[in-house]
C-alpha cells in the first residue's frame, strides 16, 4: 500500500526529576548535599532512511513517543538519559505542524534528521542549592516536560523525470520499456494509483530516475480523480515528459488533451507550469496517430517524439533526447554552484 500523507502525534520524553541526598560516610561527617541531576528525556527524531519508501509505517502508528529520563541519584549520581526515539521516513518528506499548516521541516538527503520533538529537560539535585548560609538545602527540581505537538507529514518523490499525461496515455508501458520497473498495466483509467519510480540508465555509470504518475484528468489541480494528491510528487521533479495518446480510443482531440494537462499544471502552481518538458505522442503503431502528430507539432508550434511504447518504435531516440537534456539540466546546476 502506498501512503504519501499521514497525520501523526509526538511525544518527548519528560525529564527526571532531581534528587535530595546528602552524602553520609565514615570519614566524611561533613559531606554535605549530594543529590544529582535527572536526566534529559529522549527526542523523538526524523531521519531520512533508504530503507523504507512509504509512511505506510506511520500510518499504522499514529502516536510515536520516547523514553523519559531517569531521576538523579545520591553521590551526585546524575541520572540517565531518556533513549531518543529515531524514527525512519523516506527522502522527500515534508513535516507540517497539524494546527497552523507551518513548514518545520523539507527531509531529501539520505541521513538527514530532524528533532520533531524535543526532550525535556532534567531537574537539578539539591547539591546545586547550596551556599555558605544554606548548607542543608532540601530543594531540588521537578523535570520539565518533553514537546508534544501533532504533525502532518506528506511525501513528494524525488526524482529526475516526472512523466505526466491523461489517463491510458502509456506512461506505465514506456517506463517499463525504459527501466526494470513494473507497474500494473490493464486498459482502462486510473491502473495506476500510486506513483512508480524506474531507474534509467545512462551507459556512463550514471542513473536517471523516472516516475510514472497517475494520470490526470480536468480539475485535478482542486482535487478531481487523484489529482492534487499526486501532483505534489510533480515538484520534485526537475525535468517533465508529457505523454499524449496520439490516437485516443474515445475520439477525443490530442492537441486539446495535452493543453487540458498543461492548463492543471499552471493552476496548481505557476513554477510547475514553466518546469522544462518535452511532448511524446505515444501509440503510433495505432490508426491515424502519424497524422495526430504532424498536427500537434504544427499547432503547438513545438518539437513533438513520436513513439510507441507498446512496439517500441522511437524509444530508442526518444531516450537519448531524455538523457541529453538531463545531463544538460545537471551541468547547468552544477555550474550555478
Known sequence: MFIDEVDIHVKAGRGGDGCVAFLREKFRPWGGPAGGDGGKGGDVIFEVSTNVDTLLHLYRKRSLKAKNGSPGANKNCSGRKGADLVVPVPAGTVVRDALSK?????????GTRFIAGAGGKGGRGNQHFASSTHQTPREFEFGVDGEERD????????????????PNAGKSTLISVISSARPKIAPYPFTTKSPN????????????????????????HA????GDEFL?????????VHLVDAAPPDGSDPV???????RELALYSKVLA????IIVANKMDLPGAEKNAKRMRKELGEEVLAISGATGTGVKAFLSHLIQRVSE?????RSRW
Open 102 to 110: 507551518e513548514l518545520l521541516a523539507d527531509l531529501t538527503g539520505a
Open 151 to 166: 504533525l502532518h507529514l506528506e511525501l513528494k518523490l524525488i526524482a529526475d523525470v516526472g512523466l505526466i499525461g491523461l
Open 197 to 220: 519510480l524506474g531507474i534509467v540508465e545512462t551507459g556512463d555509470y550514471r542513473e536517471i530516475v523516472v516516475a510514472d504518475l497517475p494520470g490526470l484528468i480536468e480539475g485535478a
Open 223 to 226: 482535487g478531481a480523480g487523484l
Open 232 to 240: 505534489r510528487h510533480v515538484e520534485r521533479t526537475s525535468f517533465l
Open 256 to 262: 486539446d488533451n495535452f493543453r487540458l494537462i498543461e
Open 274 to 277: 514553466e518546469r522544462p518538458r
Open 329 to 333: 539540466m545537471r551541468q547547468l546546476s
